[in-house]
């Protein structure tokens, strides 16, 4: 058993639910509501263009209010700077709450609202990067290098080479490679096959990067309807580290906390990735009694991922800090599918500073030997004896995976 009992949240001094207050999520939100009000695609267009902006801004949109700038930002128009004007100086938009009550919309709205729970602005980011935090708490200074993400292999736009080459300008010294599985076509999930030539092209670049940077070998496997994954047991045991992610029935209502509970459990599952598989404004993502999938990863040492991809961030600070009372691990990644989606991670770090997540739960800040050991435990071998390296065979014919339904 590998679960971690901490101090309370109130002991580690990072803010409460209350006291995170995103000024700028919540202007740009404004604009969204508005957004969703419009009759026209042209009106929708340019009140969602609006609210992007303020999202992405580096500095508090209320900095800029009182400075009389409002109107300098890209894409603010005469509409939403009075909407946001009245949000800095009121707390509220009475023009947004008019127009509700006049399309007769509060419901739909109230819904819609929920779907951006949780989530950071840029500003809020940098904050939350930069404020003083209690002594242990991860930061960016901490931080190794990043467990999931894509490169041609599947559905990601660089080679494993130039993403290690990014991280390494970054400062990382290592990364895990998670391509698709192939039992998610739609993303070009690679087969067996292509792993093991994947994993010679890692060899070599890992030679040569030898004492500078350490590439690990991951798969991103699909989790099921059912919770089992579309990379079988045997295939499984051939990579470093898998992470587990859900990828359907992201829209639908009813519990699945059977589902993720199996995932979890399943042997060579090293990361819950993404656990809800929420996006920002558009879908809610896998319902399900997150307490005990939390229990359960506690248990078996199995990591849960925070997803800095910003319309991700997925787990959020609020459902983090949860995990981390039931004594969970964690993963802070990007998913990027490019060079510039890398600084996704920041979100992540972002996110697990305001849970108060220490750096010694984080395995992106742990040493190679002690990930090595992790990884290897996760597939249920532990010592020197069985550590792995080099290229790997795939087996003769892969099974054909049962393809998840979409969500």
């Known amino acids: 058993m590998v679960t971690h009992r901490n101090k309370s949240s109130t002991d580690r001094g990072q803010k409460s639910a209350a006291e995170v207050q995103d000024a700028n999520l919540v202007a740009a939100a404004l604009l969204y509501d508005m957004a969703s009000l419009q009759g026209t695609e042209r009106s929708r267009f340019g009140y969602k263009r609006a609210a992007k902006a303020i999202a992405r801004l580096n500095v508090p949109v209320a900095d800029l209010v009182r400075a009389g700038t409002l109107r300098e930002v890209p894409f603010v128009g005469p509409a939403s700077a009075r909407i946001i004007t009245e949000f800095v100086t009121t707390g509220a938009s009475p023009t947004v709450e008019a127009a509700i009550a006049s399309a007769g919309k509060r419901a739909a709205i ?67 490679i998670t391509d698709h599985s192939y039992g998610l076509p739609i993303a070009r999930g690679i087969s067996m096959a292509q792993a093991a030539r994947q994993w010679l ?91 005990i999938v939390f229990e359960q990863a506690a248990r078996r040492g199995v990591a849960i991922e925070l997803d800095g991809n910003w319309h991700r961030q997925d787990i959020d600070y609020l459902l983090a800090r949860r995990a981390l009372e039931a004594g969970c691990i964690f993963a802070l990644d990007s998913d990027a599918h490019s060079i510039g989606e890398l600084r996704f991670s920041d979100y992540a770090i972002a996110h697990a500073r305001l849970a108060g997540v220490p750096a010694e739960r984080v395995i992106n800040c742990w040493p190679d030997d002690r990930l090595e050991e992790w990884m290897r435990e996760r597939h249920g071998r532990r010592g020197s004896s069985a550590k792995r390296g080099g290229a790997r065979r795939a087996p003769r014919s892969a099974p054909t995976p049962r393809r998840p339904r979409r969500g």
């Open 110 to 176: 109230v819904a819609q609202r929920a779907l951006r729970d949780g989530f950071l602005s840029h500003a809020m980011l940098a904050e939350a990067l930069e404020s003083p935090t209690a002594e242990g708490v991860v930061s960016t200074r901490d931080y190794r290098g990043d467990f999931q993400m894509h490169s041609t292999w599947s559905d990601g736009t660089e080679t494993i080479a130039a993403m290690a080459q990014a991280a390494l300008e970054m400062g990382h010294s290592c990364l895990g």
């Open 201 to 291: 092209e890692v060899d070599e670049l890992n030679a040569r990067l030898a004492g500078r940077f350490r590439v690990f070998k991951g798969i991103e496997a699909n989790i099921l309807v059912d919770g089992h994954l579309d990379v079988q047991p045997e295939e499984r045991a051939l990579f470093d580290f898998v992470v587990a992610s859900p990828h359907s029935q992201l829209r639908r209502t009813e519990d699945q906390t059977t589902r993720m509970v199996n995932a979890v459990k399943t042997c060579g599952v090293a990361i819950l990735g993404h656990p809800r598989g929420r996006m920002f404004n558009s879908r809610p993502g896998v319902s399900a009694d997150w307490d």
